[in-house]
Every structure is written in C-alpha cells, then in structure tokens.
C-alpha cells in the first residue's frame, strides 16, 4: 500500500478560515491510513489569522505555531510532521515545501516579493514552489492566475474543488509536464473526499519529501468518502472525471511570464 502523506493543511493557530487546533489532526489523519502531514497555512499574504502590527518575529512565531504544536503531539506516534507554507498572490497560492522558521524570519520583506522573487527564495534553499488547485473558483476571485515558469509542480486533485476544476489543473500539469501533487486542503474534518501523495518508502522530514516528489515517486491519490472504511485511495490518473474536461473555466485565465 506505500505510505500516504497529507500535503495540504490547514489549522486554526494560522489560518482564519480554519476551526481545527493543530493537535486534533493526529489521530484522525492516523485513523485514516496517513502517514504524516505537511501544515501548509495561509502566509500573511492570504487569509491568515496573525495580525500584521505585530513585531515580525512574533508574526512567524504565532505562523509557525500550529505546525509546531502537530509535531509535538506526534512526538508518541510513528507519524511524519512537516512544514510547509501556502502562499497567495492575486489569488493564485502556491505550496512552499522545503522552508522552515529560519527561512521566515530572515526574509523580512517577502510580503513585497513578486512570484519570481519567491520562486528564487524558496530554491535558495533547494525547496520547491507548486501551484496550488490552479484553477480554483470562487466567488471573491475574479481570474485565475498561472505561471508554469514558477512551479516546480501542480495540484491535480484538491478535495475542496469540484471535478472539472481538477480536472483542468491536470490538463494543465500535462501541458507544462509537471510533477503532479494530490492534496485534501483539510481545514476541519470529516470531509467529503480527501487527497494525499501516495510513496514506496517512509518519509522522514520535509527535505525528504521535497526529494522523493522532485524524482517522481509519488503517486497523487484521492478518496471518496473517507468516513466509509469500505472506500479506499484510488490513483488519481485513473479517474476519468478528474482527469478528462467537461467544461471550461468560467473566469478569465490570465498567464504571467
């Protein structure tokens, strides 16, 4: 079966539009066959909970926050806890796999950087940038944003969109010849459906994640109605609604150089 690691999460210590403590994903994510997650919440440039007159240090404490308490309780378990940062631009958000802490709070001025600028940031530090749901709707955006030339990959299966949405961003993904990531975007539980990177071997740190995604041994898998023990996760590829279009994108797209 591999391991399954959560790649997309979000907690209440970070992210406004999250209920869930960090501690309360443990056992749950556990309980359904994961075997670690990585804590991606809003950056300060999306929908975060950390006010912004606050001293820098103490924003990316209070950011940091609730990847750290996940960690600590995983300490007793045999389960990988990651950080990882969800970033937004003009509503287009991108994982950042591969900072951490230090990288934050030695890059002061990140708020101000353009996407290129980020993308370098981040690979300063041999980390990754893919494109998260890359063509997510909403009823607050009012374009979908891409640039292929700043991801290192992109979300094929986000359990929050519905199909052609997802769909669209594998199309995409084979058009750029992306690394294809899957991911539930958990912000409280139970959810509907919910995605995950599928691997043959044991992930121990983000580092090491970061590596095992960039050589391709990931497989982006999902799961219908994960309440149900009977469902189990499925390989995304082989769904044909989410990997065939139905219909168009609705909003306009606009691609960035």
């Known amino acids: 079966m591999g391991y399954l690691y959560e790649t997309h999460l979000h907690t209440t210590e970070a992210s406004a539009c999250s209920p869930t403590p960090a501690e309360d994903y443990i056992e749950y994510m556990m309980g359904l066959g994961y075997s670690g997650i990585i804590v991606t919440d809003h950056f300060f440039t999306g929908n975060s909970c950390v006010p912004k007159n606050l001293p820098w240090k103490d924003r990316v404490e209070m950011y940091c926050s609730g990847y750290e308490h996940a960690l600590k309780e995983a300490e007793d378990y045999d389960f990988t806890v990651m950080f990882g940062i969800e970033y937004n631009f003009q509503g287009d958000e991108y994982l950042l796999y591969g900072v951490d802490k230090k990288w934050l709070l030695e890059n002061e001025d990140i708020e101000k950087k353009s996407r290129r600028e980020v993308y370098d940031l981040v690979h300063s530090v041999n980390g990754i940038m893919v494109q998260a749901h890359p063509y997510r709707e909403r009823g607050y955006l009012s374009a979908i944003h891409l640039m292929p030339s700043v991801c290192d990959g992109a979300e094929v299966f986000n359990a929050g969109n519905p199909d052609y949405q997802n769909a669209l961003g594998y199309r995409f993904a084979k058009e750029h010849n992306f690394l294809m990531s899957s991911g539930s975007d958990i912000h409280?539980?139970?959810?509907?459906?919910?995605?995950?990177?599928?691997?043959?071997?044991?992930?121990?740190?983000?580092?090491?994640?970061?590596?095992?995604?960039?050589?391709?041994?990931?497989?982006?898998?999902?799961?219908?109605?994960?309440?149900?023990?009977k469902t189990v996760f499925s390989e995304v590829e082989k769904c044909k609604a989410l990997t065939e279009i139905s219909q168009g994108p609705t909003l306009p797209v606009i691609m960035h150089e």
Do not use: H
């Open 188 to 229: 409280s539980f139970p959810m509907l459906s919910m995605g995950g990177m599928r691997f043959p071997y044991k992930i121990n740190n983000i580092q090491e994640y970061v590596k095992a995604f960039m050589a391709g041994d990931g497989t982006p898998v999902y799961r219908i109605n994960p309440s149900d023990e």
